[in-house]
Nanobody, 117 residues
């Protein structure tokens, strides 16, 4: 059974930094494209960053230049380094994986990030 476990969320002041981690198990990690999403109550879940099996990354304009996604295939872990955080970055952050062969998608349980002004 595939499991994604996020960690690293918390409370930080505006301008600060946090690093989120997502540890994957139950899957061959290198077969998965990984991503981070975030969601605010009452709003749709939005994409924050993606990283392919080959390490290619992509970001929406809202976080480009501030967030960096990376992966450590030896540790089956994907990271999200968040710098210059803003109050509008406050959300529950979710780890996502898509298996390249089967197309199956999995989600973590989410980790809360709160940025105070």
């Amino acid at each position: 059974q595939v499991q994604l476990v996020e960690s690293g969320g918390g409370l930080v002041q505006a301008g600060g930094s946090l690093r989120l981690s997502c540890a994957a198990s139950g899957t061959i990690f290198t077969f998965n494209d990984m991503a981070w999403y975030r969601q605010v109550p009452g709003k749709e879940r939005e994409l924050v960053a993606t990283i392919t099996r080959g390490g290619r990354t992509n970001y929406p304009d809202a976080v480009k230049g501030r967030f960096t996604i990376s992966r450590d295939n030896a540790r089956n872990t994907v990271y999200l380094q968040m710098n210059s955080l803003k109050p509008e970055d406050t959300a529950v952050y979710y780890c996502n994986s898509v298996h390249a062969l089967s197309g199956k998608e999995y989600w973590g349980q989410g980790t809360q990030v709160t940025v105070s002004s």
